[in-house]
């Protein structure tokens, strides 16, 4: 069964509104988790670390400000897309990683965020 | 700065033929972590196989084999008697130790099996 469960698994939302996404592990404590976009036909670009109980790591590019994420505990993190717009539709994944160096990783089902 | 390169955009074959995905990646790195996955038209992406750096051996699961040549960087994947539930999208990714499992993805290889 999946380990790492992610809600919704797709969302339409209206421009200028906000949509929180989350990330669960289900049977693991995940210290750090990933969240990933990707956009149709094309491959997973890693937005940023989310480290719990810290601030979460952005790649370059990725504006903090918009895309909010939060990893409050061991096994959740939240990724809130604020203001919407319709260019930031796409699909969400995020993925954790149990706490040992050789923990394979798990990746979620993903959220599609069509925003209209 | 790493790089994952799949070269083949999508692959065409017909029920029971091999079929081979190809991936090279770049790192100045000894020490990483390679990785396939499948992501079927529903989305999620299927852990198939990690690879330590360090552990050259070729591995076999099923109709599933991968073919590490460090030599020419390259960690290809082989289907065996393809069948038409493996068509999905195909990911290599390459992860450096230390770096907490963020992962580099290519591109990507669109694989199609028809009857």
């Known amino acids: 069964g999946a380990v790492v469960s992610q809600h919704p698994s797709w969302v339409i939302c209206k421009s200028g509104t906000s949509v929180k996404i989350e990330c669960r592990s289900l049977?693991?404590?995940?210290?750090?988790m990933f969240w990933y976009r990707q956009f149709p036909k094309q491959s997973l670009m890693l937005m940023a670390t989310?480290?719990?109980?810290?601030?979460?790591?952005?790649e370059q590019g990725v504006e903090k400000d918009k895309f909010l994420i939060n990893h409050a505990s061991l096994t959740l993190s939240t990724l809130t897309v604020t203001s919407a717009h319709p260019e930031d539709s796409s699909f969400y994944i995020c993925?954790?990683?149990?706490?040992?160096?050789?923990?394979?990783?798990?990746f979620g089902n993903g959220t599609r965020l069509t925003v209209t | 700065a790493q790089k994952v390169t799949q070269a083949q955009t999508e692959i065409s074959v017909v029920e029971k033929e091999d079929v081979t995905l190809d991936c090279v990646y770049e790192?100045?790195?000894?020490?990483?972590?390679l990785f396939w996955y499948k992501q079927p038209p529903s989305g999620e992406l299927v852990f198939l196989i990690r690879?330590?750096?360090?552990?050259?051996q070729n591995e076999i699961s099923g109709r599933y084999s991968w073919n590490f040549q460090k030599s020419t960087s390259s960690f290809n994947f082989t289907i065996t008697a393809s069948q038409v539930v493996d068509s999905a999208v195909y990911f290599c990714?390459?992860?450096?130790?230390?770096?907490?499992?963020?992962?580099?993805f290519g591109t990507g290889t669109r694989l199609q099996v028809t009857l």
């Open positions: 790192t100045r790195d000894t020490t990483y972590y």
């Open positions: 690879r330590n750096s360090f552990d050259e």
């Open positions: 989310s480290n719990e109980g810290s601030k979460a790591t952005y």
């Open positions: 990714a390459l992860s450096l130790t230390g770096t907490a499992s963020k992962l580099t």
């Open positions: 993925s954790a990683r149990g706490g040992f160096p050789d923990s394979p990783l798990h």
């Open positions: 049977d693991f404590q995940a210290t750090t």
